[in-house]
């Protein structure tokens, strides 16, 4: 809810589901590539970090009801969707699809390891946290998600079959922000751990 | 994975090229774009020639959202792994070329976007992307910007072209999107539809043709629930 507001986009009535893809995933300790060309555009020149709890896949599932859900959650993890921000605004204004801002190499950060299911618990009230350059910028809890675990399986699989391991990312709370090459950003969700991960720019070869 | 004809492939992604047709640019009343709009579809819409698509039932029985419609494209396969390439080596990193539908479910898609959302949902039911009915390598299509491209519908030509129409080429399109993303081999891109897009039916039998590669056939079926 507060990412809504901060975002001044309306509450919506279902899930806004979007797609990355698997080039955007690196793991703890690997280096987000601020792309060379958006660095150099003054337009475009916006990347944002939004930290978010994910959950991994167990089977293939589809038309899951809400009260099964866990039993198709392997575990919980912490992801990162790195976002071009100026470019997404773009496109949104110009309702177009969000895939150059979201899809980025190295635009998905994940890890540091899955928790299973059982030692999460409730996975609706864990605090949530995002560092950069060791101060806080993002802090919240996922007791304040929007739509709930159980409710998001049950809606996307109306759409989508699931596979063994795909990735499903909940959103970010308030408190986005732009990085920098050279900045650490470090993303931790309780009982599951810290993501860190150096943001460097891109060296092109010419 | 995915076997096309004889070939097996293992894509990692599915891109695809949005208003890439001038008269179906003019069809939808959407601006022309300066850069290529490029949206994903997720590998559950795969199905190869031949298999059903799949109408689903929540889109079937809403009223709101009872439109899917068909969109023949030209699509490529990457070759070998790619990052920022220039346009004049392009043909380097496809493998061949293939047929895609890019099956939509338009009034969500309308109704998406008119609230801002991203084109997600109406274009990723499964079953909404059949492809093949093979993959024709490079040395066999000399020029794939001179392909004629058509979609029948229970016989009736609705979609009828010729790739030359595509506003971004092929090169261009590949240098474009590696900017972006890293590309694999196996990855397919779709490269966008001609005019006449027109929605589907349970029933309906599909038999989307591009010159040099065939045709692929696919029947409507109504979701089992």
Known sequence: ?206 | MVKIGKTTINPTKIVCLGRNYLDHIKETNAPVPTEPVFFVKTLNTLVTDNEPIVYPKILYESEKYNRVDHEVELAFIIFQTCKNISADVAFDYIQGYTIFLDMTARTMQKSDRNINLPWYRSKNFDSFGPIGPRIVPCSEISDPHNLSIQLKVNGQIRQSSNTKHMLFKIPQTLEYLSKFVTLKRGDIIATGTPSGISPIQPGDVIEASIEKIGTITHEVILEHV
């Open chain 1, 1 to 206: 809810m507060d990412h809504i507001e901060e975002t001044k986009l309306e509450v919506p009535k279902e899930p806004v589901l979007f797609p990355k893809t698997l080039n955007c995933l690196i793991s703890d300790g690997e280096p987000i590539i601020y792309p060379n060309w958006i660095f150099n555009n003054r337009k475009y020149k916006r990347v944002d970090y939004e930290v978010e709890l994910a959950f991994v896949i167990k089977d293939k599932c589809k038309y899951v009801k809400a009260n099964k859900a866990y039993d198709h959650i392997l575990g919980y993890t912490i992801f990162n969707d790195i976002t071009a921000r100026k470019i997404q605004v773009k496109d949104i204004a110009s309702r177009l699809p969000w895939f150059r801002s979201k899809a980025l190499d190295t635009f998905g950060p994940i890890g540091p390891r899955i928790v299973e299911h059982r030692e999460i618990g409730d996975p609706h009230n864990l605090k949530i946290e995002l560092k950069l350059n060791g101060e806080i910028k993002q802090s919240s809890n996922t007791k304040h998600l929007l739509f709930k675990i159980p409710e998001l399986l049950e809606n996307i699989t109306q759409f989508f079959t699931m596979e063994p391991g795909d990735i499903v990312a909940t959103g970010t709370p308030s408190g986005i922000g732009p990085i920098k090459p050279g900045d650490i950003l470090e993303a931790s969700i309780e009982k599951i751990g810290t993501l860190s991960n150096k943001v460097v720019l891109e060296e092109v070869v010419t």
